[in-house]
């Protein structure tokens, strides 16, 4: 499980309630189409699901035995062609999602496009992380992408638990070329000027866009100055958003080599 080691570091560090969700595969028709599927395949696809859900909450029980944090695993079964709506509907009680960064090689077919669906559908901020990234710490150098819209408000927000103890957080803002460009400027500072009266000191770093895309800038930033976790909104509607950010998603949601908690 990539998300584990991860998943109970950040319970053991906040005494967080950990709920373990895997969502059992169903073999779901789509209206109109005609399907038979004899007896014994039948039996043989839910032997198989049922042993690779036992498999999964073995390990998860194994891995949550000695820590003195609560938990708990569920398995759901899945009433739709979409693995999300089950994962969206425990989001909904739930204060933070952390999922596993798409894997397209790996993934069920019921489960392409579940981190989208929860990051703009859950309304809560969803942490993905990326394939195979272990038991890292995460929060001491936090890398937070601002441009004024609500999707980055959210973000930010969402993300204070993390931000607080942090040693240093650094507030990104990208200056878009024109027409598109807003002053951007004092963006940063006023964000710096939030967080302070949270108890966080955070440094602005402005920067002009390059013909990168966004999202490769704001990966390279986290790289150069030595970030573990990186800050954004996601998916925003309005005009600005639109252009800064939806393109950065989907670049980060293929290419992030640290976590990165989204809002939308």
Known sequence: MTVLPLACRIARKFQ???IGIHTLEAIV??????LHIDHPHYE???EYVKAQNAQLEKLFRDKVGDEDFTSEWRS???HSVRASDQLIQSAFRSDLVIAAQPDRERERFDQL???KDLIIDSGRPVLLVPQGYGDVEIGARILLAWNATKEASVAAHSALPFMIPSDEVT????????PHSIDTSEEG???ARLLSRHGVRAEVRHVSQSEESVGAQVLQEARSGNHDLIVMGAFGHSRMHSFFFSDATQFMLKEAELPVLYAS
């Open 44 to 46: 043989a696809f839910n």
């Open 171 to 178: 507030i990104l803002t990208v200056a878009a070329p024109r």
């Open 16 to 18: 967080a309630h950990l």
């Open 113 to 115: 496009g579940a981190q």
């Open 76 to 78: 759901l079964p899945t």
């Open 29 to 34: 028709p789509y209206p109109g189409i005609a």
């Open 189 to 191: 500072h006023e964000v």
